[in-house]
């Protein structure tokens, strides 16, 4: 068997885990949905989904792939061995396939995007309509789709062949870096527009009217979406990690930065849109369809958008590597394969499952499966039902069922001062763990599979469940004291 990598530093760590983190979640989907849902009180009830459930259950992912230096499989074979858990392991790996097979066909619109912009194709559009049309004309052409799926996937593909410290630690020390400058120049341009301000308000200003149950919804399923919880990229992660690093610190790290640049990206993209008169609420469509006529507006459009493609592309690029090792991990741990022929192998089969979501924007536009087409059936999967599934699991193994003790002085390991220092931090995150995280990821996921859909329209205020869950928190401390 191959000698297992480390990360060369936690810093390198820190880096990949947030290049996992920082994606199309952040970029595409997170300024989108702030802009539908009321946007500043959208971000309020955001931030806090992501640290009451994200920050402890990240930590949890990452704890159970150092104590075991393995895949999620692996680990979960290791710290338990009963089949129901190996199973919820084995899911993480299903995930890694289902979800890359649709997230390398948007990445690869982005590096078409690039080539667009770099064609001045974009001077053109005078509206939304033109650009719209554009873009259903692009993905509508197979072999544009097909093959800039299969570029962005061979991409990922090489990255992944290259090692741990050699590919994903090195890569993400370039990437990350001109990820975070460019997104800053972006940032700039933006808000020193004239007229930025009204984006800056929109994106600021509460709207508490438009936060309903379902609001809150949307934010904790973005929250596990965007942190890369619940599949085990971060579990694999952390099991290239050694026992001198401090887990807690590190987690925080990556929430933090991974909050940073969705806010960062929702400035630049609401400031561009609201100063160039554009739709914010265009859904969807807005990086593709209405960002394109704010380029072809401004004074040197086709350079940012050339920018903001390529920011958009290297953010998938390094979220894409962490799905694709999590897969070529458990067959090199598992099944004792060599990481070279784990990618190739894994890398091109997921390269051909993610053709028919590719094939969903034109010849098989009609072709649907329970009511929908293969990319949002994909989509449907992962994000709805095998995310949220998992993180429900790890919080409860992690909470439940791996002896406390045991959890205790893994943790520890590298993080002693906060142990000394604020023992609160740590009862705290248990008691997160045991019972905030599962009801509320059980109600996501309840909703999710849309088993309580018609409950939901009826809920409309978020309050009752903020009152559900402290009745829920308030019985269990009175039942332990
Ligand atoms: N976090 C990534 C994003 O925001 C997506 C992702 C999910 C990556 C799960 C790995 C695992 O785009």
């Not at 789709?145 to 410290?165: D, P």
Request: charged share 10%.
């Amino acid at each position: 068997m191959e000698k297992r990598e480390h990360w060369g530093s936690k810093f390198g760590f820190i880096l990949a885990a947030a290049g996992s983190a920082i994606g199309l979640g952040n970029i595409w989907k997170f300024p989108y949905i702030a802009g539908e849902n009321g946007g500043a009180a959208f971000v309020f009830i955001y931030l806090i989904c992501i640290a009451l459930i994200g920050l402890p259950v990240l930590m949890a992912e990452v704890l159970m792939g150092r104590t075991t230096q393995r895949n999620p499989v692996g680990a979960f074979k290791k710290l338990s061995g009963k089949p129901f858990w190996v199973a919820v392991g084995s899911l993480g790996v299903i995930a890694g396939f289902v979800i890359l097979s649709f997230y390398t066909v948007i990445a690869g619109w982005s590096i078409g995007y690039i080539v667009e912009a770099l064609k001045g194709s974009f001077s053109q559009f005078s509206d939304p309509a033109v650009s719209s049309a554009y873009f259903e004309a692009r993905v509508g052409d197979v072999n544009w789709i097909v093959g800039y799926h299969t570029l962005f996937s061979i991409l990922t593909m090489w990255v992944v062949y290259a090692g741990i410290n050699k590919g994903i630690e090195q890569g993400s020390k370039i990437m990350m870096p001109i990820l975070f400058f460019l997104l800053i120049i972006l940032v700039i341009r933006g808000i020193t527009l004239p007229g930025a301000e009204k984006g800056l308000n929109f994106l600021w200003s509460p709207d508490w009217s438009k936060i309903t149950g379902q609001s809150v919804l949307i934010a904790l399923g973005h929250a596990f979406f965007t942190i890369s919880l619940g599949m085990g990229a971060m579990m694999t992660y952390g099991s290239y990690l050694s026992e001198k690093d401090h887990i807690p610190s590190a987690a925080l790290q990556i929430v933090f930065l991974d909050t940073l640049i969705a806010l960062l990206a929702g400035i630049a993209i609401f400031s561009s849109v609201f100063a160039m008169g554009q739709d914010p609420a265009a859904g969807p469509g807005l990086i593709f369809h209405t960002l394109p006529v704010v380029f072809a507006k401004m004074p040197g459009g086709a350079i940012w958008a050339v920018l903001f493609f390529l920011l958009l592309t290297l953010a998938a690029l390094t979220s894409a590597i962490s799905l694709l090792e999590v897969v070529v991990a458990y067959f090199v741990d598992e099944r004792r394969w060599k990481r070279h022929n784990a990618v190739l192998v894994f890398g091109c089969i997921v390269l051909l499952i993610g053709i028919p979501s590719a094939l969903s924007f034109n010849v098989m536009k009609e072709v649907h499966f329970f009511g929908k087409t293969w990319f949002d059936n994909a989509d449907y999967l992962a994000s709805n039902i095998l995310l949220p599934g998992g993180g429900l699991f790890i919080a409860i193994f992690v909470g439940w069922i791996w002896e406390f003790d045991k959890v205790l002085i893994e943790l520890k390991k590298g993080s002693e001062s906060l142990f000394d220092t604020y023992p609160i931090i740590i009862k705290g995150w248990r008691i997160f763990l045991r019972y905030l995280s599962p009801v509320m990821i059980l109600i996501v996921f309840l909703h999710s599979v849309n088993l309580l859909e018609s409950a939901w329209q009826q809920v409309q205020s978020s309050w009752v469940i903020i009152l559900m869950l402290v009745s829920v928190l308030i019985k269990v401390f009175q039942n332990k004291k």
